[in-house]
């Protein structure tokens, strides 16, 4: 007969619960403070990473010798604010002067939502192949444009690898970009 105390007791704690609850309303105390402060917290943790709360470096670049050949750049984000978030891919832009062509996120990849807390590093890379400047399928690159998905800063770089090859033409480069990863996974 000891299940009806326990079953009277947790009811009893139940009825307590619900009635320190003032319906909704906040007083500013409470079980809605923690409510609101946890709401706050994963809003703040959902926050996008920003170009200019984060540090951006490139290289060093495995660079492709000549036409054909595949090269590497590597990029490291070291965020420098408050925790944000990184989701998907960057968005990559190759520009030569007047004509340019976005980079597609690696097509066999499965991006990951990644939190950076202040000081966390992550990475990224662009492959590309090289083309050859004389080819009108290669694209002639000059400087890359680099965004962080959800925000809207950019940050431009010097293209140094050579011209890109066109799948088809200049505007579709024949290069990709990795998702984003924690340095050193």
């Known amino acids: 007969m000891r299940a009806i105390p326990i079953a009277v007791t947790a009811l009893v704690a139940a009825l307590t619960l619900t009635a320190c609850s003032d319906g909704g309303g906040s007083d500013g105390g409470g079980s809605d403070t923690k409510a609101t402060a946890s709401a706050t917290d994963a809003a703040a943790a959902a926050t ?3 170009i200019g709360q984060v540090g951006l470096e490139v290289g060093p670049a495995s660079e492709a010798p000549a036409a054909g050949d595949t090269g590497i750049v590597p ?14 891919f960057p968005v990559i832009d190759l520009n030569a002067g007047e004509s340019s062509a976005t980079v597609a996120g690696d097509e066999a990849a499965q991006p990951e939502k990644l939190t950076l807390a202040k000081d966390d590093t992550a990475t990224f890379t662009i492959t590309y192949v090289r083309g050859d400047a004389a080819d009108a399928k290669s694209l002639d690159a000059k400087t890359v444009k680099i965004s962080l998905p959800g925000a809207t800063t950019t940050k431009d770089f010097p293209w140094s690898y050579g011209p890109v090859a066109g799948k088809t033409e200049a505007s579709d480069p024949d290069a990709s970009v990795s998702p984003f990863q924690h340095a050193g996974d």
């Open 75 to 88: 990029f490291t984000i070291t965020n420098s604010g408050d925790q944000c978030t990184l989701e998907g």
């Open 48 to 50: 996008a990473c920003e």
